[in-house]
Nanobody
Framework: QVQLVESGGGLVQAGGSLRLSCAAS????????MGWFRQAPGKEREFVAA????????YYADSVKGRFSISRANGKNAVSLQMNSLKPEDTAVYYC????????????????WGQGTQVTVSS
């Protein structure tokens, strides 16, 4: 069983930056693909970014490509999401996920999900 705890959310003005972190415990972190999803009020959950177990491959939603960057530190059991040039439409609860493959992660079929951290971008 893998536990995921997100941190780093908060309130930021449009154009600003935030860095989300996710700490994993209870499993072999380096064997999991990791990712981030988000859900805004009244909207469906959507894929944001994913990273392979080695960190060698990354994937992004078109809406965040060029602005967000996902990375992982297997030695620290952690994954991060650097968010730059934030827009009000990025406002959502952001969830860290861990899955057996990148395909499962991007398809929202990850085995493990965190509780989420709120990101609010003011205009």
């Amino acid at each position: 069983q893998v536990q995921l705890v997100e941190s780093g959310g908060g309130l930021v003005q449009a154009g600003g930056s935030l860095r989300l972190s996710c700490a994993a415990s209870g499993g072999t972190f380096s064997s999991y693909a990791m990712g981030w999803f988000r859900q805004a009020p009244g909207k469906e959950r959507e894929f944001v970014a994913a990273i392979s177990w080695s960190g060698g491959n990354t994937y992004y939603a078109d809406s965040v490509k060029g602005r967000f960057s996902i990375s992982r530190a297997n030695g620290k059991n952690a994954v991060s999401l650097q968010m730059n040039s934030l827009k009000p439409e990025d406002t959502a609860v952001y969830y860290c996920v861990a899955g057996g493959s990148v395909a499962r992660v991007t398809a929202a079929q990850a085995e493990y999900w965190g509780q989420g951290t709120q990101v609010t971008v003011s205009s």
